[in-house]
T-cell receptor, first 112, second 115 residues
């Protein structure tokens, strides 16, 4: 089946630094999604991307849908302690919004 | 309630026991999904309902897994004769309709431990 490779697996950064993480796939997706999951909670959608090449921002977060449709990246600028958590990319091939293939996550730690 | 509610929050089962996990989606949400999240991994799709119809169960790992949503609202995921490899967090999610751009809302999950 489809697999997503998400990197890096973990990041330890200083408050105020910028962060970049990415996701690659062996096959194409029609939609890319980025989620954040806090301990003991379900994932929360951060950004959704629907077109190859699309660049979308949500506050300090920016994500791009790769033009090959096989990759996506997420940038977080000026990180703050509450950015701590696990960030997941997810790809959708079909039109069903909920049936996604998830990566294994990037764990972000922000040191004050 | 305001969000997707799942119960129980934690479930410990002895190997071979049957378990039932409940999901209360956001009121009025047509679509409901179950995902399985193993420790240190991303969620994996199990099954999908549109109202009471189970339209996709391609992710259910074995015939020991069964899900239902008889009245198109509350859903139950049942696992028969639990095995240790069933230990995971089971996440439920719902969306308002079934379109491709619909936002998915996840519950906090049920953490199942099979001893």
């Amino acid at each position: 089946g489809q697999q997503l490779n998400q990197s890096p697996q973990s990041m330890f950064i200083q408050e105020g630094e910028d962060v970049s993480m990415n996701c690659t796939s062996s096959s194409i997706f029609n939609t890319w999604l980025w989620y954040k999951q806090d301990p003991g909670e379900g994932p929360v959608l951060l950004i959704a991307l629907y077109k190859a090449g699309e660049l979308t921002s949500n506050g300090r977060l920016t994500a791009q849908f790769g033009i090959t449709r096989k990759d996506s990246f997420l940038n977080i600028s000026a990180s703050i302690p509450s950015d701590v958590g696990i960030y997941f990319c997810a790809g959708q091939l079909g039109t069903n919004a909920g049936k996604s293939t998830f990566g294994d996550g990037t764990t972000l730690t922000v040191k004050p | 309630g305001a969000g997707v509610s799942q119960s129980p929050r934690y479930k410990v089962a002895k190997r071979g026991q049957d378990v039932a996990l409940r999901c209360d989606p956001i009121s009025g949400h047509v679509s409901l999904f179950w995902y399985q999240q193993a420790l240190g991994q991303g969620p994996e799709f199990l099954t999908y309902f549109q109202n009471e119809a189970q339209l996709d169960k391609s992710g259910l790992p074995s015939d020991r897994f069964f899900a239902e949503r008889p009245e198109g609202s509350v859903s139950t995921l049942k696992i028969q004769r639990t095995q240790q490899e069933d230990s995971a967090v089971y996440l439920c999610a719902s969306s308002l309709v079934a379109g491709s751009n619909e936002k998915l809302f996840f519950g906090s999950g049920t953490q199942l431990s099979v001893l």
